[in-house]
Structures are given as C-alpha cells and as structure tokens.
C-alpha cells in the first residue's frame, strides 16, 4: 500500500484553483460546481494509480514516479476537468498518456546489448526457424475459470516480469491498454509485421511459464 507516508508529499498544501478550494465550473452548464479536489487524491486514488502502473511497468520506481508526475500534471491542468468524468478516470487518463510516454522513451534508449539478451532469451524457447523447441501442453479444465482466480494474477505478474522489456512492453500495450498493432509499433519502434511476431512470442511465452508455475 503507498497511502500515507510515501505519497504525503506529492500536492502542495493550497490548491491552485482560482474558483475555490475543490471546485470547477463545468464548461456545459456554468451555474453547477464540479466537486475537484486535489487535497483527496493521494487518499482516493494513489494506490489504484500505482497498482494500475506497476501492472503495466514491472517497475516499481516506474510507477511511483509516473503516479507522481499524474498527480502534478492534474494539478496544473485542474482548468482542463469538465466533470464529464469523475475524478479518477480523468486522472487513470493522464496516467495512461504518462505509461505510453514512459514506453517510448525507454524504447528510444534501449541498447544493442539489450536486444542481444532478449534474443538469447528466445533460443530457448524457439528454434531458429521460429517454430517451438518444445511446444506448450494444453490447459486442464477450463481456462476462464481459472483467470478468475486471484492466484493467477500473482503468478501472470511475476511471468510478465521475466519477459525482455519490448516484449513486456508491446504486450502491456496490447492487451492491458487496448491499443492497436500500427500505434504499438511506433511507440516501440518495430515495424507491424514485427510487432506481430513479438506479440505472438509474447503471448507464448507467458502460457509456457504459466504451465511451469501455476497451472494444474
């Protein structure tokens, strides 16, 4: 949990709101207040942003930087909520953008080395022609029951964590962000047709430590 001690000192004392402590007027109707307050944001919201994050980052400082940067970014951009939203998805929305951001840059400065490593990561998965060197088994029982369970979960992070970053990356992009292969594939700087082949890598290699680690 980060409510208390680490997020305390994120948002200074006074808001920065010329309206008034906690309120905005929304554009579509002037005479309503909208409730905005950036004194209950740590409280309400700091741990949901920052398990959103972690979940997408596998990066810990990652993600309590980029929650801290939303916080300061809302603050600044308080002139900016309508209150077509509440509180919550309009900051999950900026974090978001700050997630995208995060990846794109870490894809810039990603090395040559690193790429090695991940190369020498998949040899012992697939074959050079790209085919598995042994291929996974089939899942007992019903496979969307078993994601409801909270165990899964646990195990999927650690999984994720173990992937090379691209990897983890472009698959947090696509199926925790929802975004599409063209829109991936700039962010992280492959071509489609790559990205494709790394989704697909991705996806197999998260079932394969899955067998090994949590399904019975």
Not at 38 to 56: C, I, K, M, N, T
Not at 121 to 133: I, Q, R, S, V
Request: contains cysteine; positive net charge; proline residues 4%.
């Amino acid at each position: 949990m980060r409510t208390g001690g680490f997020w305390r000192n994120i948002l200074p004392v006074k808001s920065h709101n010329p309206i008034g402590a906690g309120e905005m007027v929304d554009q579509g109707n002037p005479t309503r207040l909208q409730a905005a307050n950036p004194q209950s944001w740590v409280e309400q919201h700091g741990d949901y942003l920052f398990r959103y994050a972690l979940r997408r980052l596998q990066d810990r400082q990652a993600a309590e930087d980029l929650v801290q940067e939303t916080f300061l970014a809302g603050l600044h951009g308080l002139e900016d909520f309508q209150g077509r939203s509440n509180e919550r998805t309009w900051l999950l929305a900026i974090l978001k953008h700050k997630i995208i951001d995060y990846i794109r840059k870490a894809s810039k400065e990603r090395s040559l080395r690193e790429d090695k490593d991940a190369e020498e990561f998949l040899e012992h998965f697939f074959k050079p022609d790209g085919t598995w060197a042994v291929r996974p088994s089939r899942w007992p029982g019903n496979p969307l029951k078993k994601v409801e369970q909270g165990e899964f979960w646990k195990v999927f992070q650690i999984c994720l964590k173990q992937l090379p970053e691209r990897m983890a990356h472009a698959f947090a992009l696509r199926e925790l962000e929802g975004l599409g292969i063209d829109e991936i594939s700039k962010v992280l700087r492959v071509t489609a047709n790559n990205m494709s082949v790394i989704l697909y890598r991705a996806r197999a290699l998260l079932r394969h430590c899955l067998e090994k680690n949590w399904s019975t």
